[in-house]
């Protein structure tokens, strides 16, 4: 009695609406801490889960039986007590026997089993595994799901050339060893192109030679004959304005130029001093970061942590979060550092969900049975032949049988 009502829709069914319910709650009456998830981890949500689980999976093995068995129930669904129920039953002229008959099933991409006068033919046996593959899918995803408990969220910030071996974890409110240590090497935030006007000045005077107007990656005309400058890149929050500067076409080097009155001066060259002036509002493209994993002084690890490009230590993933500058222009960049012991089994959950669905949308399995009764053959649709979509299977069958 139990067994029968943990595999039945008529607990799947509730299950699901409680689960529906409880979510609109959870989702417009968040916990008091402002946190939705909080909501969701709570023992008795987990239990209306676990129970939904412990449904499936019952359910998912009454399936699976009645799937492991379902040649030898069309045996039996052909049996002569049993074929009278069948109301789809078709006499098949123009063959003479089951063997002829098994083998144009053969020819139309049919598997052929026989005993004694009945033959049983089925083809796309596979799909008929499509429901039982989405049920342990959603199983795999949920215990993923539960594994992934066992894991963290947390969060750091480091300036350049700084190094950590601990996180501050959220849910306890407290720093906690990181189990390694993580050093930020470089950090740049890169932007899209910025167009950049800047002027040009007789060194030691506020007298103007010249005001130009560029974007990256452009090289324009400096005042002096025969010297240029490229924009190689502009970092707005710094205000400073990268050049490379060229005699002819002969590279002279790289110069950094400021705003007039910034605490960094720009640098006199060939009697002319560069700042930048205006540009346009900068539109930020990634956060570059390079980074190292040190063990007992010594680096095990190093690259490059951007948005969406995230670092993998030791089952701990590390992204970029967050970027800034403190008042004496230092760089910091803040970083999320997760660890999910259940991640490969919700992706594996998830990619054999999309196999499972495949199998049962795609190919869709048909099984059917021919009985020799008193010198004639009757061809009895078993499954797969449902719906007007079935009827049109099967007489385009029946008329490939009997031509």
Known sequence: MIWRLLSSLTLTIPLLLALSLVAVFGTLAPNEQGRYEL??????????LGLLALNLLACTIRTAGRQWRMIPGCFDDLHPERLAAHTRTQSLDGTSGLTECGERLVRLGFRVRIRENVLVAHRALWGRWGSTVVHLSLLLIMIGALFGGAGFVGTTQLYVDRSTTTYFDWDSQQELPLGFEFRLDYFEPIYYPIHVRFVVNRAGGDQVL????????????????????????FIPIEKRLVLNLYRERELLGAYDAFPVGNRKA?????????????????????????????RDGRVVKQGIIEVNQPL????????????????????????????????????????????????????????????????????????????????????????????
């Open 266 to 294: 720009s640098a006199n060259v060939f009697g002319m001093t560069i700042h930048p002036d205006a540009f346009q509002d900068p539109l930020l493209k990634q956060l570059h970061s390079e980074v190292s994993v040190l």
């Open 312 to 403: 993998v230590f030791e089952g701990v993933t590390i992204y970029q979060t967050a970027f800034n500058q403190d008042q004496f222009g230092f760089w910091y960049a803040g970083f999320q550092m997760t660890r999910d012991p259940g991640e490969p089994l919700v992706w594996a959950g998830c990619v054999s969900l999309v196999l499972g669905f495949v199998l049962a949308f795609v190919m869709r399995p048909q099984a059917l049975g021919v009985v020799s009764d008193s010198h004639r053959l009757l061809l009895v649709p078993l499954r797969g032949f449902v719906g007007e979509g079935g009827a049109r299977a099967l007489d385009e069958l029946l008329r490939r049988l009997r031509s």
């Open 210 to 233: 010249a005001t130009l107007t560029a974007h990256e990656g452009e090289t324009v005309p400096l005042p002096v004959p025969g010297y240029s400058a490229r924009v190689e890149k």
């Open 39 to 48: 909501f969701y981890q709570s023992l008795w949500f987990r239990f209306l």
